[in-house]
């Protein structure tokens, strides 16, 4: 038990020095080279691996949905995922894997399962334009070596949650009920997020607000934007602030994961005062912790938008008054 107990606490840790797990696995023949590429997923976003089990059908139900499994007396939705990046698996669709990501709960059916392998987010590459089509946000380099062909395509599972299942998340961003926020003139939020669907919510989103935003698809580019905003200010002699009215980060990222991007702000004396939300699928008493520990403003769990701005909200007011801690919602467990 100590040991279990160890492995969790090692794995969590990871998030403070910018580095992560990524299960490897494989979905079969791509029908656009016939080769058998190598996929990652998030080791956090897992719930449990287990064998393919029976599953039922239900009527009208299409692909790439092949149906409903009982796991733990949880009913979950199984989906194609070898269908879905337009893979065929030869050997059969063997393993399940469960995930929990954006408060919901689903299976993904894969070939085989490959291996756990620990990396580093300078490892990891964004590649929305990947030969394998829209559902790659990004490309594992598994050695350290830049030019290794060693490589494996990590899955946006947001967008395919997005495209299969939209009624099952808030991702469009409808039904907005935002309040009209009141920033600095000639300020801008700088929002890192590498999945696109979340990107253009978030865009939808902050535009509802009243929120002027420049949008990144990786912690390293917001952080040399950021960088920049604070010499500018630095240079006319304005607060940082006056630039920057906030930070919307998610916390999985290529280069830059959300947590070394919010310590970096929060540590460095010239940007500590700048506002900093996390909007993240990652959750759990782990998680929090963490955000504790890197002195992030608030968090809240993806994809509900009316929970966003609330948090947004509460943080813009906190940090005008100058009041203390972070600001988690409770609905994000």
Same mark, same amino acid.
């Given at each position: 038990?100590?040991?279990?107990?160890?492995?969790?606490?090692?794995?969590?840790?990871?998030?403070?020095?910018?580095?992560?797990?990524?299960?490897?696995?494989?979905?079969?023949?791509?029908?656009?080279?016939?080769?058998?590429?190598?996929?990652?997923?998030?080791?956090?976003?897992?719930?449990?691996?287990?064998?393919?089990?029976?599953?039922?059908?239900?009527?009208?139900?299409?692909?790439?949905?092949?149906?409903?499994?009982?796991?733990?007396?949880?009913?979950?939705? %199984?989906?194609?995922?070898?269908?879905?990046?337009?893979?065929?698996?030869?050997?059969?669709?063997?393993?399940?894997?469960?995930?929990?990501?954006?408060?919901?709960?689903?299976?993904?059916?894969?070939?085989?399962?490959?291996?756990?392998?620990?990396?580093?987010?300078?490892?990891?590459?964004?590649?929305?334009?990947?030969?394998?089509?829209?559902?790659?946000?990004?490309?594992?380099?598994?050695?350290?070596?830049?030019?290794?062909?060693?490589?494996?395509?990590?899955?946006?599972?947001?967008?395919?949650?997005?495209?299969?299942?939209?009624?099952?998340?808030?991702?469009?961003?409808?039904?907005?009920?935002?309040?009209?926020?009141?920033?600095?003139?000639?300020?801008?939020?700088?929002?890192?997020?590498?999945?696109? %669907?979340?990107?253009?919510?978030?865009?939808?989103?902050?535009?509802?607000?009243?929120?002027?935003?420049?949008?990144?698809?990786?912690?390293?580019?917001?952080?040399?934007?950021?960088?920049?905003?604070?010499?500018?200010?630095?240079?006319?002699?304005?607060?940082?602030?006056?630039?920057?009215?906030? %930070?919307?980060?998610?916390?999985?990222?290529?280069?830059?994961?959300?947590?070394?991007?919010?310590?970096?702000?929060?540590?460095?004396?010239?940007?500590?005062?700048?506002?900093?939300?996390?909007?993240?699928?990652?959750?759990?008493?782990?998680?929090?912790?963490?955000?504790?520990?890197?002195?992030?403003?608030?968090?809240?769990?993806?994809?509900?938008?009316?929970?966003?701005?609330? %948090?947004?909200?509460?943080?813009?007011?906190?940090?005008?008054?100058?009041?203390?801690?972070?600001?988690?919602?409770?609905?994000?467990?």
């Amino acid at each position: 038990m100590d040991t279990f107990q160890k492995d969790i606490d090692d794995r969590a840790n990871l998030t403070l020095s910018n580095r992560f797990e990524l299960l490897l696995f494989r979905l079969g023949e791509s029908a656009h080279d016939a080769k058998s590429e190598l996929f990652g997923i998030n080791v956090f976003k897992l719930r449990e691996i287990v064998p393919m089990p029976a599953f039922t059908r239900p009527a009208g139900i299409k692909p790439p949905l092949l149906g409903m499994v009982n796991i733990r007396d949880q009913i979950i939705p %199984v989906i194609d995922l070898p269908a879905v990046a337009g893979c065929k698996p030869s050997g059969g669709l063997n393993i399940l894997l469960i995930t929990e990501y954006a408060r919901s709960v689903q299976a993904f059916a894969v070939e085989s399962v490959e291996n756990i392998i620990r990396l580093d987010w300078t490892q990891i590459h964004t590649a929305e334009k990947a030969i394998n089509g829209q559902y790659i946000t990004s490309i594992a380099c598994l050695d350290e070596d830049k030019n290794s062909n060693n490589l494996a395509l990590v899955i946006d599972v947001e967008q395919i949650l997005y495209d299969i299942v939209p009624a099952e998340h808030d991702l469009h961003a409808t039904n907005l009920q935002t309040q009209k926020f009141k920033v600095k003139a000639g300020s801008t939020a700088i929002v890192a997020e590498d999945s696109k %669907v979340a990107r253009m919510m978030l865009a939808k989103a902050l535009e509802s607000m009243e929120i002027p935003a420049q949008l990144h698809i990786t912690g390293k580019e917001a952080w040399e934007k950021i960088e920049k905003l604070a010499e500018e200010a630095r240079t006319e002699g304005v607060p940082v602030t006056d630039k920057i009215s906030m %930070v919307l980060t998610d916390l999985e990222m290529p280069e830059m994961d959300g947590f070394t991007l919010t310590r970096k702000i929060k540590t460095d004396e010239r940007l500590k005062h700048i506002p900093v939300v996390i909007h993240s699928s990652l959750s759990g008493n782990a998680n929090e912790d963490h955000i504790r520990k890197v002195q992030a403003d608030g968090y809240v769990a993806k994809f509900e938008i009316n929970e966003l701005s609330s %948090v947004i909200q509460e943080v813009l007011d906190r940090a005008a008054t100058n009041s203390q801690g972070p600001l988690i919602s409770r609905k994000s467990a």
